[in-house]
């Protein structure tokens, strides 16, 4: 089994910063990214990042949002700039892996607000 452990989310005011972090268990993973999720949506890409470096962005986070991994921890991390409320939303770690599929971890609350 593969486990994800999300950690960084919370609460910032508009054109603040977050970090996350998600470290997994076991092998190191093909690719690995963020999903979001806010009330009534879909859950759609933010960001991955394959074990070579390669980064996709979803248009609305480019430019704002920066994706990193670090293959010798296992970790996932992605810089959150200039916050919209619009960023509000349950950030999920994924990872996929063509021998595993896909694995999500627990989720955590990012809060964009006044």
Same mark, same amino acid.
């Given at each position: 089994?593969?486990?994800?452990?999300?950690?960084?989310?919370?609460?910032?005011?508009?054109?603040?910063?977050?970090?996350?972090?998600?470290?997994?268990?076991? #092998?190191?993973?093909?690719r690995?990214?963020? @999903?979001? $999720?806010?009330?009534?949506?879909?859950? !759609?890409?933010? /960001?991955?990042?394959?074990?070579?470096?390669?980064?996709n962005?979803?248009?609305?986070?480019?430019?704002?949002?920066?994706?990193? #991994?670090?293959?010798?921890?296992?970790?996932? @991390?992605? $810089?959150?700039?200039?916050?919209?409320? !619009?960023?509000? /939303?349950?950030?999920?770690?994924?990872?996929?892996?063509?021998?595993?599929?896909?694995?999500?971890?627990?989720?955590?609350?990012?809060?964009v607000?006044?």
């Amino acid at each position: 089994q593969v486990q994800l452990v999300e950690s960084g989310g919370g609460l910032v005011q508009p054109g603040g910063s977050l970090r996350l972090s998600c470290a997994a268990s076991g #092998r190191i993973f093909n690719r690995m990214g963020w @999903y979001r $999720q806010a009330p009534g949506k879909q859950r !759609e890409l933010v /960001a991955t990042i394959t074990s070579g470096g390669s980064t996709n962005y979803a248009d609305s986070v480019k430019g704002r949002f920066t994706i990193s #991994r670090d293959n010798a921890k296992n970790t996932v @991390y992605l $810089q959150m700039n200039s916050l919209k409320p !619009e960023d509000t /939303a349950v950030y999920y770690c994924n990872i996929y892996d063509s021998g595993l599929g896909n694995y999500w971890g627990q989720g955590t609350q990012v809060a964009v607000s006044s």
